[in-house]
């Protein structure tokens, strides 16, 4: 059985940076398709960062520039960098995988084709808290 299980989170300054990760368990097979998503508090879940198998990444446009997504595949994890946090980053952060990077035929692994809903792994969650 797939299991998806991050840490990483906590309290931070505004400012200050945190790096989440994301183990993969129950599977021998290298996902095509990771992301990381967050939801605040009354609000719907967002997409933050997606990379694809090859490490190709790509980023909602509020965390460019601060974010960083990366991938081991040998220890099957994936990894958000965050640096330069802000109180609006401030939600819960889920990681998400699909199998494949194609639906009907057509290329979706990249920010923002590729939706929460073409998800279907999906962990836990770890908070983030930003203050200041």
């Known amino acids: 059985q797939v299991q998806l299980v991050e840490s990483g989170g906590g309290s931070v300054q505004s400012g200050g940076s945190l790096r989440l990760s994301c183990a993969a368990f129950?599977?021998?097979?290298?996902?095509?398709?990771m992301g990381w998503f967050r939801q605040a508090p009354g609000k719907e879940r967002e997409g933050v960062a997606i990379i694809d198998s090859d490490g190709s990444p790509s980023y909602a446009d509020s965390v460019k520039g601060r974010f960083t997504i990366s991938q081991d595949n040998a220890k099957n994890t994936l990894y958000l960098q965050m640096n330069s946090l802000k109180p609006e980053d401030t939600a819960m952060y889920y990681c998400?995988?699909?199998?494949?990077?194609?639906?009907?035929?057509?290329?979706?692994?990249?920010?923002?084709?590729?939706?929460?809903?073409?998800?279907?792994?999906w962990g836990q969650g770890t908070q983030v808290t930003v203050s200041g």
């Open positions: 129950g599977y021998t097979y290298s996902f095509a398709c």
């Open positions: 998400a995988a699909r199998w494949s990077p194609y639906i009907r035929g057509g290329y979706v692994c990249q920010y923002p084709r590729v939706t929460r809903t073409d998800f279907g792994y």
